[in-house]
């Protein structure tokens, strides 16, 4: 059919479609039938098509309705347009799908009809998303009427630019055929009707109104009508809706205007200009209207689409109540501007005892305006300007702009002060020193609730925070407390930022409550935010900062008067460790040495406090300060004589060794965490390897492989033969057994010798409720990787019924029956069942002999005596590993330093400590000799200062202290105690001997 010339371009794109929704039906219809055809029925057709599956039965008769409803709108123009459109007079009236059917095999109909699909009851999930169940916070439809407004500001300023351009330049310089063809659309040639169609048209050239004096506009009010009800609106002068837009979009959960086909085709329009007309629509889910139900029981709308050529369309009227959710739309006329009201009679005043007011969550909401915003409220009135940044807490001259997108920002305290904005809304990713908006191209993807960002373009942030260095030099807020506060996020900038102020500006004030005005030479202290925790001296201090330049430190701001600590302590710091040995810190120094690297939430630097930095310390940093390991080495080699264990730079070291994400997960001390922590040993364990696996979804080997990379860090990996290997896949029930609740988190064993217990291994059959054979043969596949099994008899093991109660009683008698240990502790281990079975140790060990017939792990015992002992709280604390009471002294040869910690954590003295443990001798409990002056010993430990020297966190408490002390682990004990370097050296070697320790000769 050869179309006409002067057919409209709607016409001829709707019967291009048409004639390809009648290929694809006979194609469709064709993939498993010979018997398709059209049948004429009165004015319309009929499909009559034979379908092997349902699919394609519901396919077909969803093309048929489409086609239906486009031929509908053909002949609708065809009835508009008689005069040109006679060619299509021809077109049938309408389609129908009566005549699809289901084939036939032996068995009958392949398929039954009606169509039974997958659904929603509708009633239920509307509740779901208008309620607080989804959404948490009400205030959140607060923030959906804005979104709304804005977009709608947004897409009108876009289609008037777009008929500005229209009217100009794109016009004039078209071709001949395009000049002509505006000509006739516009009415500028031809007979009477035409041009009487063209006067229709004239909002192609604008003549509505003129677009450059149109300004976006959004006003919230919050107030109460006639009748008292209370009710929240929002009024814009956007692009506004029609009935199509209420049906299709608003009344459609699910559906963004983004995705209807008038909005695809006509931003396809608009990228053809030059330069390109952009629009970012800012809903990404299209489920947000039905938040309003949260504040509201009824919704009242009244809006006024803006048509194509500019002219405001009908004005409509829809009131929705909220119980059953159907729209009733009254006309009103012809409008005379677009634009929506949306108002929400509130169900409720009050949220969490808090009234609900427009205004405040506006000002906590609404940081940054794209159009003019005012609320009114009653009497109270606020304003937002275009593109200021209206902080809810900072006054204008604390936030310094620098940039479309960004605002540098300080209060007193440097308290997250900042955000990262979506479209000038708060986000819960909160910032330190500065304002961030994502907008356009850079707009974050957000949770459903629009509160955190699931992801954004964190390159793009950097480069910006870069970008906006420069006005930083003369900024009187920036100080050092300010630049540590920003750069514990942000070290790449910080360590942009120190570079770039230091030749201008190298002092800068303190800004420390109680500090501000102290000017601090930046080219001596360096920023390093770690330092903040020296300034307030406490026992966290070694996990807070690396206790190796712990001494440095304190020598350099001991200068300046600022630290809590006598002169007599800070002068007897050695002059091998002043501040002059010591490399200048820098942010990215702060940034390898902290665990908490990455961690979204601000928490505070965790250190390792026996001064070592395991390879995945080096990979994460490496990672999230997106530099080559080596370059990471080679600043950790700087502190290498200051006393830090460090993998030296390895020359065969690679820049090419890159870390990926999956690297991450690998690496990370509990896997199924979103915050990774690196995991904190040299060595990786088959449980690790395990875990890995299973969290990154890929082969044992290849995450075996992913670990060998990095063994030039002097990383221990499993070892196996890669044939041991082929097809070894982590499956969901490893999971569960090779971690240490049974949950999948952390790994279990993760000991290098990678022993199994039996008593593991038998809480993972019952956690999978199944034989501890078949758990037994789950774990054999990984033997060729080195996991060693308990050695017992699974056939002796399966014909014993042991309870759970009693199976958590046995755990270290069970370990020890699988990994036969000669100098176990039996003596603990009863003691610890008893207790957690409520009743005598006679009785447990009564208990304990159906365990006989595995292995002889109980030896004969007088019964007598073992009747005598009444066993008590201070029993479970003297006979645990840590004297936590959480584990179970593993050895039966009692160290001199557990009983001496056991005697200050016990309020005892040491004679009386021994007299509780010797109750224990007959069970081959092994009690030291300490040939000590006793009566001297307990005076040592009543001063709670000698163990707190002698301890790593320097609490007094596990873990200890071992083998060679560096010096400046003395020194940190010194400052800690605030006395001489002496004095603690004096301390500490006193009863070194007892705990094991080696001291050096002299500071």
């Given at each position: 059919?050869?179309?006409p010339?002067t057919?409209?371009?709607?016409?001829?794109?709707?019967?291009?479609?048409?004639?390809?929704?009648?290929?694809?039906?006979?194609?469709?219809?064709?993939v498993?039938?010979?018997?398709?055809?059209?049948n004429?029925?009165?004015?319309?057709?009929?499909?009559?098509?034979?379908?092997?599956?349902?699919?394609?039965?519901?396919?077909?008769?969803?093309?048929?309705?489409?086609?239906?409803?486009?031929?509908?709108?053909?002949?609708?123009?065809?009835?508009e347009?008689?005069?040109e459109?006679?060619?299509?007079?021809?077109?049938?009236?309408h389609?129908?799908?009566?005549?699809?059917?289901?084939?036939?095999?032996?068995?009958?109909?392949?398929?039954?009809?009606?169509?039974?699909?997958?659904?929603?009851?509708?009633?239920?999930?509307?509740?779901?998303?208008?309620?607080?169940?989804?959404?948490?916070?009400?205030?959140?439809?607060?923030?959906?009427?804005?979104?709304?407004?804005?977009?709608?500001?947004?897409?009108?300023?876009?289609?008037?630019?777009?008929?500005?351009?229209?009217?100009?330049?794109?016009?004039?310089?078209?071709?001949?055929?395009?000049?002509?063809?505006?000509?006739?659309?516009?009415?500028?040639?031809?007979?009477?009707?035409?041009?009487?169609?063209?006067?229709?048209?004239?909002?192609?050239?604008?003549?509505?109104?003129?677009?450059?004096?149109?300004?976006?506009?959004?006003?919230?009010?919050?107030?109460?009508?006639?009748?008292?009800?209370?009710?929240?609106?929002?009024?814009?002068?956007?692009i506004?809706?029609d009935?199509?837009?209420?049906?299709?979009?608003?009344?459609?959960?699910?559906?963004?205007f983004?995705?209807?086909?008038?909005?695809?085709?006509?931003?396809?329009?608009?990228?053809?200009?030059?330069?390109?007309?952009?629009?970012?629509?800012?809903s990404?889910?299209?489920?947000?209207?039905?938040?309003?139900?949260?504040?509201?029981?009824?919704?009242?709308?009244e809006?006024?689409?803006?048509?194509?050529?500019?002219?405001?369309?009908?004005?409509?009227?829809?009131?929705?109540?909220?119980?059953?959710?159907?729209?009733?739309?009254?006309?009103?006329?012809?409008?005379?501007?677009?634009?929506?009201?949306?108002?929400?009679?509130?169900?409720?005043?009050?949220?969490?005892?808090?009234?609900?007011?427009?205004?405040?969550?506006?000002?906590?909401?609404?940081?940054i305006?794209?159009?003019?915003?005012?609320?009114?409220?009653?009497?109270?009135?606020?304003?937002w300007?275009?593109?200021?940044?209206?902080h809810?807490?900072?006054?204008?001259?604390?936030?310094?702009?620098?940039?479309?997108?960004?605002?540098?920002?300080?209060?007193?305290?440097?308290?997250?002060?900042?955000?990262?904005?979506?479209?000038?809304?708060?986000?819960?990713?909160?910032?330190?020193?500065?304002?961030?908006?994502?907008?356009?191209?850079?707009?974050?993807?957000?949770?459903?609730?629009?509160?955190?960002?699931?992801?954004?373009?964190?390159?793009?942030?950097?480069?910006?925070?870069?970008?906006?260095v420069?006005?930083?030099?003369?900024?009187?807020l920036?100080?050092?407390?300010?630049?540590?506060?920003?750069?514990?996020?942000?070290?790449?900038?910080?360590?942009?930022?120190?570079?770039?102020?230091?030749?201008?500006?190298?002092?800068?004030?303190l800004?420390?409550?109680?500090?501000?005005?102290?000017?601090?030479?930046?080219?001596?202290?360096?920023?390093?935010d770690?330092?903040?925790?020296?300034?307030?001296?406490?026992?966290?201090?070694?996990?807070?900062?690396?206790?190796?330049?712990?001494?440095?430190?304190?020598?350099?701001?001991?200068?300046?008067?600022?630290?809590?600590?006598?002169?007599?302590?800070?002068?007897?710091?050695?002059?091998?460790m002043q501040?002059?040995?010591?490399?200048?810190?820098?942010?990215?120094d702060?940034?390898?040495?902290?665990?908490?690297?990455?961690?979204?939430?601000?928490?505070?630097?965790?250190?390792?406090?026996?001064?070592t930095?395991?390879?995945?310390?080096?990979?994460?940093?490496?990672?999230?300060?997106?530099?080559?390991?080596?370059?990471?080495l080679?600043?950790?080699?700087?502190?290498?004589?200051?006393?830090?264990?460090?993998?030296?730079?390895?020359?065969?070291?690679?820049?090419?060794?890159?870390?990926?994400?999956?690297?991450?997960?690998?690496?990370?001390?509990?896997?199924?965490?979103?915050?990774?922590?690196?995991?904190?040993?040299k060595?990786?364990?088959?449980?690790?390897?395990?875990?890995?696996?299973?969290?990154?979804?890929?082969?044992?080997?290849?995450?075996?492989?992913?670990?060998?990379?990095?063994?030039?860090?002097?990383?221990?990996?499993p070892?196996?033969?890669?044939?041991?290997?082929?097809?070894?896949?982590?499956?969901p029930?490893?999971?569960?057994?090779?971690?240490?609740?049974?949950?999948?988190?952390?790994?279990?064993?993760?000991?290098?010798?990678?022993?199994?217990?039996?008593?593991?291994?038998?809480?993972?059959a019952?956690?999978?409720?199944?034989?501890?054979?078949?758990?037994?043969?789950?774990?054999?596949?990984?033997?060729?990787?080195?996991?060693?099994?308990?050695?017992?008899?699974?056939?002796?093991?399966?014909?014993?019924?042991?309870?759970?109660?009693?199976?958590?009683?046995?755990?270290?008698?069970?370990?020890?029956?699988?990994?036969?240990?000669?100098?176990?502790?039996?003596?603990?281990?009863?003691?610890?069942?008893?207790?957690?079975?409520?009743?005598?140790v006679?009785?447990?060990?009564?208990?304990?002999?159906?365990?006989?017939?595995?292995?002889?792990?109980?030896?004969?015992?007088?019964?007598?005596?073992?009747?005598?002992?009444?066993?008590?709280s201070?029993?479970?604390?003297?006979?645990?590993?840590k004297?936590?009471?959480?584990?179970?002294?593993?050895?039966?040869?009692?160290?001199?330093?557990?009983?001496?910690?056991?005697?200050?954590?016990?309020?005892?003295?040491?004679?009386?400590?021994?007299?509780?443990?010797?109750?224990?001798?007959?069970?081959?409990?092994?009690?030291?000799?300490?040939?000590?002056?006793?009566?001297?010993?307990?005076?040592?430990?009543?001063?709670?200062?000698?163990?707190?020297?002698?301890?790593?966190?320097?609490?007094?408490?596990?873990?200890?202290l071992?083998g060679?002390?560096?010096?400046?682990?003395?020194?940190?004990?010194?400052?800690?105690?605030?006395?001489?370097?002496?004095?603690?050296?004096?301390?500490?070697?006193?009863?070194?001997?007892?705990?094991?320790?080696?001291?050096?000769?002299?500071?």
């Amino acid at each position: 059919m050869q179309m006409p010339k002067t057919a409209d371009k709607c016409c001829i794109h709707s019967y291009l479609l048409l004639v390809t929704c009648y290929l694809l039906l006979i194609q469709q219809a064709l993939v498993n039938s010979n018997q398709t055809r059209w049948n004429p029925v009165g004015v319309g057709r009929n499909l009559t098509a034979t379908c092997y599956h349902p699919a394609i039965d519901v396919a077909l008769k969803d093309h048929v309705q489409q086609a239906d409803e486009f031929l509908s709108q053909i002949l609708r123009r065809i009835g508009e347009r008689r005069g040109e459109m006679e060619a299509l007079a021809g077109f049938p009236k309408h389609l129908m799908s009566d005549g699809i059917i289901a084939a036939r095999d032996n068995s009958g109909l392949v398929y039954q009809k009606p169509h039974i699909n997958f659904q929603l009851a509708h009633d239920e999930i509307r509740e779901l998303l208008m309620g607080e169940q989804l959404y948490g916070d009400p205030g959140l439809a607060i923030r959906e009427l804005y979104q709304n407004a804005l977009d709608a500001c947004r897409y009108r300023e876009a289609r008037l630019e777009y008929l500005r351009r229209g009217d100009g330049e794109t016009w004039r310089h078209g071709d001949a055929e395009t000049r002509r063809w505006r000509e006739v659309e516009t009415g500028r040639h031809g007979d009477a009707e035409t041009r009487g169609w063209g006067e229709w048209e004239t909002g192609r050239i604008f003549r509505y109104q003129n677009s450059a004096q149109w300004q976006g506009e959004i006003i919230f009010r919050q107030e109460k009508d006639q009748n008292g009800r209370e009710y929240i609106e929002c009024q814009d002068n956007g692009i506004g809706m029609d009935m199509e837009h209420l049906s299709k979009c608003f009344a459609r959960a699910g559906r963004r205007f983004a995705d209807l086909p008038e909005f695809i085709e006509e931003q396809a329009a608009w990228l053809k200009c030059d330069p390109p007309i952009k629009l970012y629509p800012n809903s990404q889910f299209g489920v947000g209207v039905l938040s309003y139900f949260m504040l509201a029981d009824e919704i009242e709308v009244e809006t006024c689409r803006l048509d194509h050529q500019g002219k405001p369309g009908e004005k409509l009227l829809v009131r929705i109540p909220g119980s059953s959710g159907l729209f009733r739309v009254q006309p009103l006329g012809m409008g005379s501007d677009s634009g929506t009201r949306v108002r929400l009679y509130l169900n409720r005043t009050h949220h969490e005892g808090q009234r609900i007011s427009c205004i405040e969550i506006l000002r906590q909401l609404l940081w940054i305006a794209e159009f003019p915003t005012e609320v009114r409220q009653g009497a109270r009135r606020e304003i937002w300007e275009v593109n200021q940044l209206k902080h809810p807490e900072l006054p204008c001259h604390r936030c310094l702009p620098a940039g479309d997108n960004l605002w540098w920002v300080a209060d007193e305290y440097h308290i997250n002060e900042g955000c990262i904005l979506s479209d000038g809304l708060r986000t819960e990713e909160k910032q330190s020193g500065v304002v961030v908006n994502l907008r356009q191209d850079y707009y974050p993807k957000l949770t459903v609730d629009r509160k955190e960002i699931v992801e954004c373009d964190r390159q793009y942030i950097q480069d910006l925070l870069v970008q906006g260095v420069e006005v930083l030099q003369e900024w009187e807020l920036l100080t050092l407390s300010w630049l540590w506060k920003f750069s514990k996020k942000h070290p790449n900038v910080g360590l942009h930022i120190v570079q770039s102020i230091l030749e201008q500006r190298p002092q800068l004030k303190l800004g420390e409550i109680g500090l501000r005005n102290v000017e601090i030479s930046v080219l001596q202290v360096g920023c390093f935010d770690m330092d903040r925790w020296l300034l307030h001296f406490g026992s966290n201090i070694v996990i807070r900062i690396p206790w190796w330049i712990i001494p440095y430190r304190t020598a350099l701001w001991g200068r300046y008067g600022l630290l809590k600590l006598s002169d007599a302590c800070l002068e007897s710091i050695p002059p091998s460790m002043q501040p002059e040995f010591c490399p200048v810190l820098d942010p990215i120094d702060a940034a390898i040495f902290n665990r908490n690297l990455g961690r979204e939430k601000n928490l505070a630097p965790i250190v390792r406090s026996d001064g070592t930095i395991f390879p995945a310390q080096i990979i994460f940093a490496a990672w999230y300060l997106n530099q080559p390991i080596r370059e990471i080495l080679q600043q950790l080699q700087r502190f290498a004589t200051l006393g830090l264990e460090c993998t030296s730079v390895d020359q065969n070291i690679s820049d090419n060794l890159l870390v990926t994400e999956e690297d991450l997960i690998a690496f990370a001390e509990k896997t199924d965490r979103e915050e990774k922590e690196p995991w904190d040993k040299k060595y990786i364990p088959i449980a690790q390897l395990v875990l890995a696996s299973a969290r990154i979804n890929e082969p044992i080997a290849q995450t075996l492989a992913r670990y060998r990379k990095f063994t030039l860090l002097g990383l221990a990996i499993p070892e196996a033969s890669p044939k041991s290997l082929v097809n070894l896949m982590a499956t969901p029930e490893d999971v569960v057994i090779f971690s240490s609740e049974l949950d999948g988190k952390y790994p279990y064993p993760e000991q290098e010798d990678n022993k199994l217990s039996l008593s593991h291994l038998v809480q993972a059959a019952k956690k999978l409720s199944e034989p501890i054979s078949a758990t037994w043969k789950r774990v054999e596949r990984f033997v060729p990787l080195g996991i060693d099994l308990p050695k017992i008899d699974i056939e002796s093991w399966e014909n014993l019924n042991i309870s759970s109660e009693e199976l958590d009683a046995y755990k270290p008698f069970l370990d020890a029956i699988g990994h036969p240990k000669p100098d176990w502790n039996l003596a603990a281990a009863l003691v610890f069942a008893a207790t957690r079975l409520h009743e005598t140790v006679a009785q447990t060990f009564n208990r304990l002999q159906n365990l006989k017939e595995l292995e002889p792990i109980v030896p004969e015992v007088d019964l007598a005596l073992l009747e005598k002992i009444t066993i008590t709280s201070e029993d479970v604390t003297l006979l645990s590993e840590k004297l936590d009471g959480e584990a179970v002294y593993p050895s039966k040869h009692l160290a001199p330093a557990h009983i001496i910690l056991a005697a200050a954590k016990l309020k005892d003295t040491i004679e009386q400590v021994i007299q509780r443990l010797q109750r224990f001798e007959f069970l081959g409990l092994e009690i030291p000799e300490i040939d000590e002056d006793l009566t001297a010993l307990n005076e040592f430990i009543a001063d709670n200062q000698n163990l707190m020297a002698l301890s790593e966190k320097l609490d007094g408490r596990y873990p200890l202290l071992k083998g060679e002390i560096h010096p400046a682990r003395v020194v940190v004990a010194a400052c800690e105690l605030d006395e001489p370097v002496t004095v603690t050296l004096e301390r500490m070697r006193r009863f070194a001997h007892l705990f094991e320790i080696t001291l050096p000769e002299s500071l």
